[in-house]
């Protein structure tokens, strides 16, 4: 035994308890959720703009940017770094930051990011390497469970890259573990694509999984031609069934935000942002947002929809209603109120009409309406809703007290 794998199972079993292989791990998912994520994360995440391009000076302007356009007041919260971050691990084992590109550490880019009354994330991975090539956690769960919290991260997502033979339920679990047992609140996003399917077994073990492999930044067509890559279409179509499995703590996440990445029409863009908040997904822009033009600004900071999302009830919505490209979706909100999306998958603008049956609120009730786009009050509930919706574009109201 090397001195530094002493060093690891000293750190295990004496600073931070026994390791998970002392425990099943059933019991592990069995434990009580820790509490964190009663709604979608909302943030920002690196990964879709900056790739393996990101810097400390990219991260410091954006948090900048957070608070300068908004987004903090709006909800927008977490920080994350995604892939790309890591140098090497030190001779005990413990992994250090790239010094190239984050000069200053992590402690000290948390601890800016801290300063801004917003919380900040980090990325791993299951494996013993990264999707990027970067070291991965296995083997060094607990180490770094207590890097992070020492460094005061707030979230972690955790990626499935290079995993191999790997049990996905015990890899997740064990992590899961080594969090809590690190003695820092920090929200666990699972990102292993969906593959084992979290949404039956990591409901206490995670606060968010991927349901789908990565976005593109395409309305419906894979440009990309990469079987890992999804335009919206798929993805939606891919995460809408399991709306059952959502809730407080514990979320599907059909990836991050491409709003303001170039790839879609601004309509497309609207869309894409309508059905994430619909599906109650989790909010993390992944443009650059310091950067961002007044289109990219109105949509992410459209604090109607937002409060689609944030809603504390917590159900994902979902379609009630399909006729060849017309949809109709609900979301039940809390005081019996329900978001309620038009949309048009197809090439031509379409009328689409929701009814009382769809809606779930009967045409004698009375309930106001409201246009989450338009920004407007619309005449009182009468028993249907109806709207021009143009290609690919969406129509949302709050139909409710
Ligand atoms: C995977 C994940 C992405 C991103 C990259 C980083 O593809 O699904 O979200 O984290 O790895 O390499």
Request: glycine share 8%; aromatic share 10%; proline share 5%.
């Amino acid at each position: 035994m090397k001195f530094r794998d002493i060093f690891c199972w000293l750190a295990c079993v004496v600073s931070l308890g026994a390791p998970a292989s002392a425990h099943s791990v059933q019991e592990i998912v069995n434990k009580a959720p820790n509490g964190l994520a009663q709604t979608p994360p909302m943030g920002w995440n690196s990964w879709n703009k900056f790739a393996c391009n990101i810097t400390e000076a990219t991260v410091r302007a954006t948090a900048d940017a957070m608070v300068a356009s908004g987004m903090r007041d709006a909800g927008y919260e977490y920080v994350v770094i995604d892939d790309c971050w890591h140098g090497a691990r030190d001779a005990d084992g413990f992994i250090t930051a790239d010094a190239q590109k984050f000069p200053s550490g992590i402690k000290a880019l948390a601890d800016y990011v801290h300063s801004k009354r917003l919380k900040f994330g980090i990325y791993s991975d299951a494996g013993r390497l990264t999707c990027g090539g970067r070291p991965g956690s296995q083997g060094h769960e607990y180490q770094d469970a207590l890097t992070y919290a020492r460094w005061g991260v707030d979230y972690l997502k955790y990626d499935w890259c290079n995993t191999g033979d790997r049990n996905a339920k015990e890899a997740y679990a064990l992590m899961a573990h080594a969090l809590r047992q690190s003695g820092r609140p920090i929200v666990f996003s699972m990102c292993e694509w969906g593959t084992a399917k979290p949404w039956l077994w990591a409901q206490n073990v995670g606060n968010l999984w991927r349901t789908t492999g990565d976005i593109w930044d395409s309305f419906a067509k894979n440009d990309k031609a990469h079987d890992w890559a999804h335009p919206v279409l798929s993805i939606v179509d891919q995460n809408e069934p399991l709306w059952q499995y959502a809730g407080p703590g514990h979320w599907n996440d059909p990836d991050m935000l491409e709003v303001g990445n170039g790839g879609m029409t601004t309509s497309e863009y609207r869309s894409h942002f309508s059905l994430w908040a619909m599906m109650a997904a989790p909010l993390m822009a992944g443009n650059d947002i310091a950067n961002m033009d007044e289109a990219t600004r109105s949509i992410l900071l459209n604090k109607d929809v937002i409060a689609v999302d944030q809603d504390a009830l917590g159900i994902q919505g979902r379609r009630v209603a399909k006729d060849g490209d017309k949809e109709v979706w609900v979301k039940p909100l809390t005081g019996g109120a329900r978001a309620v999306l038009l949309f048009n998958r197809g090439e031509q603008p379409v009328r689409i009409q929701a009814t009382a049956d769809h809606v779930g609120i009967p045409a004698t009730q009375r309930a106001k309406v409201r246009d989450l786009w338009a920004h407007r009050d619309m005449p009182r509930w009468k028993g249907s809703l109806e709207a021009e919706v143009e290609p690919h574009g969406v129509a949302i109201f709050r139909v409710g007290p």
